[in-house]
C-alpha cells in the first residue's frame, strides 16, 4: 500500500488514474490561474534537490478543470 494518500472531489485514491475531472465553466469566468509552490525535483547532475513554482493560466471554453 502506499504511503501516500490522495483525494479527489472528496474521493480517496489509490492508484494512478487517467481521468481529470473537470467542471462546466461558470457564467462570465474568462481566464483561470493554478499555482503551486509545492513543486520538487532532484536535480539532474548533482541529485540535490530542486523548488519550483509552477503556474498555470487558461481560458477555458466549455470546462475548468
Not at 467542471?23 to 462570465?28: A, L
Amino acid at each position: 500500500m502506499s504511503q501516500y494518500q490522495f483525494h479527489a472531489l472528496g474521493r480517496d485514491i489509490k492508484e494512478p488514474c487517467r481521468r481529470l475531472d473537470v467542471f462546466p465553466k461558470p457564467v462570465g469566468l474568462e481566464t483561470v490561474v493554478m499555482d503551486s509552490d509545492e513543486v520538487t525535483s532532484l536535480c539532474p547532475e548533482t541529485g540535490q534537490p530542486d523548488w519550483e513554482t509552477v503556474v498555470i493560466e487558461y481560458a477555458p471554453k466549455e470546462s475548468c478543470i
